[in-house]
């Protein structure tokens, strides 16, 4: 099947390094502490977090450390196919854990101990690059919460179909079976946190998809940063004089 | 056409929140007496209000006020959006204050019991997220969210709202089954009034896809691309339908407290004063069901019969934003 057209126009009309349309909103879920609301063209995700609060299960504490919990589930009607088990399958474990590693990452959470930092990323519809999606989310929301951080974090995914590398998968394009780089990267440090790619490829390319992916991530991380002043800016209002 | 429904989604998400920051400012200043502005007025306010919920609300029960500004009778303010999700064949989302509820009807294709070969089914579940409120954790899942989805099930089926005969495909071989799923993605008291009114729209919103018999006698679903020159594929039901719903059911839930009734209670009312009672009517003023399990307030039959007054306002109120709402759809 043909992704990239000879013209060069993928399946939905965009170029190869085009991202799908992105946007944000802080402040989704009132009762939460912090939460966001982030969409990567047809991928829908609410994230909220809640703390720093209590630890609940104490022998869990850490004495010099807020502990920090996610979980990641989906939405029933999410897929196209309605999903049976939308949390507690393999899938979504991996997907919490590999959020949770790389948030905990940038948070500063030796200046919490003794506490629990819990991030809830929800699935309302997923196109492809719900992982990216997530992440960037759940960075808006611990934003929003005010909890300290290192840098935001920001993530992005590439492809590689037709001998053209991909910037932002959809799902169509996800299941072709080719390669699939997802980076997370702290835009202002420079660092790369999360890095993870199925299939093979060349070293040379991965190299090329790689790159692609991390301009993605400056991209996100540039809009997620006038997001965040625009946020606050009003927050000032608010507050009045 | 899409990108009118994602600002519309996106949009209500935010609404409520924004004016609830503003009343709540404003009302401080008020009951501060020394309105010097100040943070620490502020504090103490707050600090009371943690501290002595009861008597804070009761402050404002004697001028027949709540917290955030509102009368006794009156509900949140209410919105909706259908064809929030467009993957699923019919969806709303419902927002009552800050309570934000998401629904979403998929369709499946069964083959039906032999009791009732005429009719489809519908299974309704009703899901509380631990990001909807800090009480819910993955451990720890909320003690309300199978009481509401027993609510739901019970009152949409009993209601008489969808006709199961209307679900089925060929007797006795193919018929409907409607999943609806609901999410609460923010739980701000009356988690069922939002529930069901994002039910009642999610069906007014759902059109039921194109199937045919495909040859080794199955029904399958027809996609649009397939739709033209494939006139071996005869579909079984002409065009995408919608359902014809009878009497829809709208509800208020109101809190007895003393000899006050409060309509349409926040989380934190909820917590503090805890009779509640919900009354159930439908489109034509029938009363479809009535709730109120126990609770420290017992309740002369003359409350129950406001509270059913103010039910029948708030029907009212209800039946012309789902108007609104689905007018608004067939615009686009």
């Known amino acids: 099947m043909e992704f990239v057209s000879p013209e060069g126009l993928r399946l939905d009309g965009r170029r190869p ?200 991530c400056k991209a996100i991380a540039n809009y997620i940063r006038e997001l965040l002043l625009e946020n606050t800016k009003q927050l000032e209002y608010r507050r009045g004089p | 056409m899409k990108v009118m429904h994602l600002f519309r989604f996106l949009k209500l998400l935010l609404f409520s929140s924004l004016e609830v920051v503003l009343g709540n400012k404003t009302l401080k200043k008020m009951v501060s007496a020394n309105v010097s502005g100040d943070l620490s007025s502020e504090m103490e306010v707050d600090a009371f209000r943690r501290l002595f919920p009861l008597r804070y609300h009761e402050r404002f029960l004697l001028d027949s006020i709540r917290p955030d500004a509102r009368p006794l009778g009156r509900a949140r303010d209410t919105s909706l959006a259908l064809g929030a999700v467009a993957s699923a064949d019919g969806s709303a989302l419902a927002k009552i204050g800050c309570t934000t509820m998401l629904a979403a009807v998929k369709m499946e294709v069964m083959t039906p019991p032999k009791e009732s070969p005429d009719e489809g089914s519908i299974a309704i579940e009703f899901y509380m997220p631990p990001i909807c409120s800090p009480l819910v954790r993955p451990g720890r899942p909320a003690e309300e969210a199978p009481v509401v989805s027993k609510q739901l099930s019970d009152t949409i089926l009993s209601s008489g709202m969808i006709n199961l005969k209307e679900l089925s495909l060929v007797s006795g071989k193919a018929a409907w089954m409607a999943y609806l799923d609901i999410y609460c993605l923010d739980a701000d008291g009356s988690l069922f009034d939002a529930a069901l009114l994002a039910a009642v729209a999610a069906f007014s919103h759902l059109q039921i896809p194109v199937v045919s018999l495909n040859e080794d006698g199955r029904v399958v679903v027809v996609s649009e691309e397939n739709e033209e020159g ?101 615009v686009d």
Request: with cysteine.
């Open chain 1, 17 to 216: 390094m085009e991202m799908r349309q992105i946007r944000g909103e802080i402040g989704a879920v009132a009762k939460a502490d912090g939460s966001a609301f982030f969409e990567m063209g047809n991928t829908k995700v609410i994230a909220a977090v809640y703390g720093p609060r209590e630890v609940e299960n104490r022998s869990q504490q850490i004495s010099d450390q807020a502990l920090v919990r996610c979980e990641y589930t989906m939405a029933n009607f999410s897929t196209g196919d309605r999903v049976r088990k939308p949390k507690g399958d393999r899938r979504s474990t991996e997907i919490s854990l590999v959020i949770r590693q790389t948030m905990e990452a940038c948070i500063l959470t030796h200046l919490m101990p003794r506490s629990q930092i819990d991030i809830f990323v929800q699935v309302l519809q997923a196109d492809g690059g719900t992982r990216s999606a997530c992440i960037n989310a759940a960075t808006l929301a611990l934003a929003d919460a005010g909890i300290p951080m290192r840098d935001l974090v920001t993530s992005c995914s590439a492809g590689y179909l037709n001998s053209t590398p991909l910037l932002d998968l959809n799902y169509v394009e996800d299941s072709a079976g080719g390669p699939d780089v997802t980076v997370g990267i702290l835009p202002k440090l420079d660092k790369v946190t999360l890095l993870q790619m199925d299939a093979k490829l060349p070293m040379d390319i991965f190299e090329n998809v790689m790159q692609l992916a991390i301009e993605g």
């Open chain 2, 230 to 330: 494939k006139s071996e594929k005869e579909p079984v039901n002409k065009g995408k339908r919608k359902l014809t719903l009878s009497s829809l059911p709208f509800s208020l839930t109101c809190i007895l407290h003393k000899n006050y009734i409060l309509a349409d209670p926040t989380a934190e009312e909820e917590s503090i004063m805890e009779t509640l009672v919900t009354v159930v009517l439908d489109s034509s003023g029938q009363l479809v069901s009535l709730y109120k399990p126990g609770g420290p307030v017992l309740a002369y039959a003359s409350a129950v019969q406001d509270c059913i007054a103010l039910t029948r306002q708030r029907v009212k109120e209800l039946k012309s934003i789902l108007n609104e709402a689905i007018s608004d759809m067939e």
